[in-house]
């Protein structure tokens, strides 16, 4: 789960990193408040959506303290990249003098936390990576932070001494936070001082257990179906097509999705009910694909150890009571499978036991 | 031989007093899996599924001597129970759901330190067809011989095992590594392993969008791996920045997506499926 530039900011700042001076405004009224509280002349305005790139698409105007509120309003309710613009983050402008890139992140290769720094900060760390990677120093931080260590591998660097401690700084945030991604760019030189002039974290969703302050944050990621799927269990991603996915197992799903475009269909979503099934499941999940209007529903349940004349009958009867009027693909393996898919071709419903006869299937009837 | 597992395997089942647990000892003993305890905290001196249960795994190894132990808690003691495996000197195939990252990332340091192996977490599990189960994976759809299976998925990679059995083509050994961004033994080691073992014959990788495992694996595959592997990706229609069920199935930005994999795959000379049941179609080529 991503963090808006603020609420990273706040994070950084109650672990003692020093950020630039800003307040939140939700509204103009709000910005023309607050803005006696910066004592700068000239102020940034910064869009705080969860979107990459943020500058270049308009998302940052650099203005007079005077003009903050009215860039504010100008900004609010614009978006940038599909994502609406709710609030803004009024900064006091620094004065740069060099920029540097300094995260910490979860190496999945390497399995540890992995500090990335490079002299070039400011610029996405991707097009970096691509363009010279032999700019960006990674030093990997097994268990504990030995900054020792951590300053004699930065020490080609001007300021290693105070960017080692705050790299000290991000690692006890992302431990004590369960962060995945800790990442300041820029961290800026301004007067003297590194001041974080931009933050991006990411909390693992897995720990929200242990991070309740994160979870209802986690809600605003999602869309209504995707919490109702959320609530049930359900993994549930929609996009932009229009036959409905349902099965078991994310790898599954996901090849289920891939094969449905192979023959010429567009899923309408990606719903998981996790690697048993059974029927109530399988319920919850029609209900929430039907949300979405699809022409039809391929249900993809690789069971094993799944009884599926359980599942056949529950669907069926759901099927009945529900008035289901879009086509119904079910590809049912499992036990007691002959029984299963008798009870459903009993009721209309088509099954197939090959992968490829149901997307061609689905892609057809829904044509 | 085949990797990791085999009919002398003596298991420790973790959690074997809930739900999962006791089912799936039933199942691995009916597989023919050699279940020789159970471990809950406090529950020591029980019984079930017909094996004596134990507060620890220590307790446990010491009456039973055991290689491997197979963790079914919930994702907040994932950790502990891990690691109270892995001090005994276990093996440990986690198949919990929902680790947090660095949880995962201390499990497997701790493993590394230990020089044992870890499946998982979030993972199906390992099988040696005919000789060993450890997991949920349902036994009755795999069969003995000579294709090495490593896979990020689960009910994937039981559909591909379907397809492969269907086409009488046995397996080694089945690896389910796991769905999430940090797992233990991953597609490097298995591959390892196979090209080690004598009975795999021919390799199947099964990845997904997320992360760069395929790309190295398909890397090592073009240096290290004489044995013919064939690949299959998951997640060609998924979306950036959602994360696909699992954890580690997230594209960002221009790395993880299927072309990248796909690419890498090509560019190593590793041939890739478009569909599951393309596999045997190319193994058998």
Redesign the interface.
């Known amino acids: 789960m991503k963090l808006k530039e603020f609420e990273g900011k706040q994070l950084l700042a109650s672990f003692e990193v020093s950020t630039s001076k800003g307040l939140v405004a939700n509204t103009a009224e709000e910005a023309q408040a607050k803005i006696t509280q910066i004592e700068c002349a000239e102020v940034a305005v910064k869009a705080q959506v969860l979107a990459g790139g943020r500058g270049k698409a308009g998302g940052i105007k650099l203005v007079k303290k005077s003009e903050a509120p009215e860039t504010t309003r100008q900004m609010l309710g614009r978006e940038i990249k599909g994502k609406k613009i709710e609030q803004v983050l009024i900064e006091e402008k620094l004065e740069i003098e060099k920029e540097y890139y300094l995260s910490l992140t979860v190496n999945r290769s390497e399995k540890n936390v992995t500090l990335l720094f490079s002299e070039e900060g400011g610029v996405e760390i991707e097009e970096l990576a691509k363009n010279s990677p032999e700019k960006i120093k990674k030093i990997g931080i097994e268990r504990e932070f030995n900054a020792r260590e951590v300053e004699r591998k930065l020490s080609t660097s001007k300021h290693a001494r105070e960017i080692t401690e705050i790299a000290g700084k991000m690692f006890k945030l992302m431990k004590a936070k369960d962060a995945e991604l800790v990442e300041i760019n820029p961290l800026a030189i301004s007067r003297g001082k590194l001041v974080a002039a931009d933050a991006k974290i990411i909390i693992d969703d897995n720990a929200l257990y242990r991070q309740p302050e994160f979870a209802p944050l986690k809600q605003r990621e999602l869309s209504e179906s995707e919490k109702k799927a959320k609530q049930s269990d359900l993994n549930y991603v929609e996009l932009d097509g229009d036959i409905a996915i349902i099965g078991n197992g994310a790898g599954l799903v996901m090849a289920t999705l891939d094969i449905v475009q192979h023959f010429g269909g567009k899923p309408a979503n990606f719903l998981d009910v996790g690697g048993g099934a059974n029927f109530e499941q399988v319920q919850k999940a029609v209900e929430i694909v039907l949300e979405k209007n699809p022409k039809g529903i391929w249900i993809n349940v690789f069971g094993g150890i799944t009884r599926c004349d359980d599942v056949a009958r529950g669907l069926a009867n759901y099927k009945k009571e529900k008035q289901i009027k879009v086509p119904i693909v079910v590809r049912l393996i499992g036990t007691n499978e002959a029984e299963g898919k008798k009870i459903l071709e009993e009721n209309g419903i088509s099954t197939q036991d090959s992968m490829e006869e149901c997307a061609k299937k689905i892609v057809e009837l829904t044509r | 031989m085949s990797v990791l597992v085999d009919e002398n395997t003596r298991v420790i089942v973790q959690g074997i007093t809930g739900k999962q647990g006791s089912f799936h000892a039933k ?1 691995m003993k009916e597989y023919g899996t050699n279940v020789v305890a159970g471990v809950t905290p406090r529950k020591g001196g029980q019984e079930a599924e017909g094996v004596p249960v134990y507060n620890s795994v220590k307790e446990a190894v010491e009456a039973h001597k055991a290689g491997w132990s197979v963790i079914f808690v919930p ?2 003691f994932a950790k502990t129970a891990a690691l109270d495996s892995l001090e005994a000197g276990l093996n440990t195939v986690v198949i919990t ?6 949880d ?3 499990i ?2 701790k493993a ?1 330190e230990k020089n044992l192996h870890v499946i998982g977490p979030n993972c ?1 599990g390992v099988i040696s067809p005919g000789k060993c189960k450890i997991g ?3 036994g ?2 795999f069969k003995k011989g000579s294709v090495g299976v490593v ?9 591909i095992i ?1 397809e492969l059995t269907k086409n009488n083509l046995g397996q080694s050994t089945a690896i389910g590594m796991g ?4 797992v233990g033994v ?1 597609f490097l080691k298995a591959l390892e392993l196979f090209e080690q073992d004598d009975e795999t014959k021919q390799i199947v990788l ?1 990845g ?2 997320g ?3 395929e790309e ?1 694996a398909a890397k090592f595959i073009q240096e290290k791996i004489s044995k013919k592997t064939v690949a ?1 990706i ?6 950036k920045g ?8 997230v594209i960002s ?3 993880g997506t299927a072309e990248t994999k796909l690419k890498a795959f090509a560019d190593a000379g590793v041939e890739t499926a ?4 393309e596999i045997p179609k190319l193994l058998k080529k």
Do not use: C, F, W
């Open positions: 199942l994702a907040k759901e929902g680790v947090p990252v660095h995962e990332i201390e497997v340091g590394k199906p949920i994976m349902p009755h759809i896979s990020r998925s689960g009910t994937l990679t039981y559909e379907n769905g999430d961004p940090v991953d099964i997904e969008i992360g760069d495992l190295r299959y998951a997640g060609r229609t998924a979306p959602k994360r696909m069920g699992h954890a580690g199935a930005g221009e790395s478009a569909l599951p049941s």
